[in-house]
T-cell receptor
Framework: AQSVTQLDSQVPVFEEAPVELRCNYS??????LFWYVQYPNQGLQLLLK??????LVKGINGFEAEFNKSQTSFHLRKPSVHISDTAEYFC??????????????FGKGTLLTVNP | KAGVTQTPRYLIKTRGQQVTLSCSPI?????VSWYQQTPGQGLQFLFE???????NKGNFPGRFSGRQFSNSRSEMNVSTLELGDSALYLC??????????FGSGTRLTVV
């Protein structure tokens, strides 16, 4: 079985400050990793994904994440946030083989609030 | 290219009733997954279909069921609704490789 822990339920920051949203996962097999963003009353939008290859992954809206296999982490970063980045962010994991590779296991989410 | 379409967007049902939610995937996508999102439990996997076959199922009671049609459209059904079934139900589709693209969801309220 796999699990995802998002270490912070809420992260308040000021506009133009850098931010890091932390994500750790647990799995006995190799995984794919994802970050999704959810704006109020909307579905989930993919920010970035790690499937294989380079451990530094760049996504949309200036976000990036680094896969660290030894630390089992996939932290999300942005060097300078905007008011419009205020949303809930979800880290997700999926096995990359076997019968459970068609489902995503999500963390509980981190509410990022960007203040002026 | 049209995204994943879920209907209806909002639904209010009474305890004990049943409900059917619909999901139209992105054209050409054959994999459709369903998730339940609640404030207490977060996002939980319900089931996944590919070419009309259920490939994976989450830990939900038998009141939750789904199906997929030959055109890849999917429906999920919840029978004998309980107050705790109130949630945002999200559908996602994939062309066979990650990632999944999500719809805007159906907000179900059980009263």
């Amino acid at each position: 079985a796999q699990s995802v822990t998002q270490l912070d339920s809420q992260v308040p920051v000021f506009e133009e400050a850098p931010v890091e949203l932390r994500c750790n996962y647990s799995s006995s097999v190799s995984v794919y990793l994802f970050w999704y963003v959810q704006y109020p009353n909307q579905g989930l939008q993919l920010l970035l994904k790690y499937l294989s290859g380079s451990t530094l992954v760049k996504g949309i809206n200036g976000f990036e994440a680094e896969f660290n296999k030894s630390q089992t982490s996939f932290h999300l970063r942005k060097p300078s946030v905007h008011i419009s980045d205020t949303a809930e962010y979800f880290c997700a994991v999926s096995q990359n083989s076997g019968g459970s590779n068609y489902k995503l296991t999500f963390g509980k989410g981190t509410l990022l609030t960007v203040n002026p | 290219k049209a995204g994943v379409t879920q209907t209806p967007r909002y639904l209010i049902k009474t305890r004990g009733q049943q409900v059917t939610l619909s999901c139209s995937p992105i054209s050409g996508h054959r994999s459709v997954s369903w998730y339940q999102q609640t404030p207490g439990q977060g996002l939980q996997f319900l089931f996944e279909y590919f070419s009309e076959t259920q490939r994976n199922k989450g830990n939900f009671p038998g009141r939750f069921s789904g199906r997929q049609f030959s055109n890849s459209r999917s429906e999920m059904n919840v029978s004998t609704l309980e107050l705790g079934d109130s949630a945002l139900y999200l559908c996602a589709s994939s062309g066979g490789q990650y990632p999944y693209t999500f719809g805007s969801g159906t907000r179900l309220t059980v009263v």
